[in-house]
């Protein structure tokens, strides 16, 4: 009876070791989305001041490599109409290919995220679109929380939320995003308000762990 028991635990720790192993390779074959607008640098040399090999396009799908040795943590400025200040993006160089080429490129500037879509004269898609699109939607919610007041909320399949506010001709705009960083937010935040020009006092707060909201005013 002993034998069997240990048996089994060996086997359950060998399970256990097999699917770390899968769920690590899977993380290394991840193929992610570029969410910078300009694109991103692919450079011959894990370092900035390397040759740039080719810019790869927003939107692009990049798959990381096994590259030799652990690459270091670095921050660049990231600029966004949320904050005053530049805020500090997170990443590392890592290696890949792109048109044939090999290099190495920023992989703070990457995410998993679907990218949103921009149309033939370079206008951004709505959240609403993008989270539909992408997710599809659970339930509306509609409401008057004051006189002269409408709210709109929907909540998506993901566990986001939209909810808009109108007033005297204005709106409040929440959006409610789960599982996402707050680089990942910055990036978001960034693209989606491209075209956004009547768009006041943007904000990109961290609720809690993986959770963040994403808010703005504007006027007609």
């Known amino acids: 009876m002993k034998n069997l028991i240990a048996i089994i635990v060996v086997s359950a720790l060998f399970v256990s070791i097999g699917i770390k192993a899968v769920a690590q390779a899977n993380t290394t074959a991840k193929s992610l989305k570029v969410w910078l607008l300009a694109g991103v640098n692919l450079k011959s040399n894990p370092d900035d001041k390397s040759k740039t090999i080719a810019t790869i396009p927003y939107g692009t799908i990049v798959k990381p490599l096994k590259s030799a040795g652990e690459a270091k943590a670095l921050t660049v400025d990231f600029n966004t109409a949320a904050l005053k200040e530049p805020y500090q993006l997170n990443g590392k160089w890592i290696k890949t290919e792109f048109n044939g080429k090999k290099g190495f490129l920023f992989n703070g500037y990457l995410s998993a995220m679907p990218a949103l879509e921009m149309d033939d004269h370079g206008f951004v898609e709505t959240e609403d679109a993008y989270l539909k699109r992408n997710y599809g939607v659970l339930k509306i919610a509609k409401r008057i929380p004051k006189k002269g ?37 910055m990036l978001f935040e960034k693209v989606l308000h491209k075209n956004a020009d009547a768009a006041q006092n943007i904000k990109v707060e961290q609720q809690q762990a993986g959770v963040i909201k994403i808010s703005s005013y504007d006027c007609d």
């Open 149 to 185: 007041t409408k709210e709109t909320s929907i909540y998506y399949k993901n566990g986001a939320v939209t909810t808009e506010t109108y007033f005297d001709g204005c709106a409040d705009h929440k959006l409610l995003l789960k599982n996402i960083s707050l680089d990942e937010a």
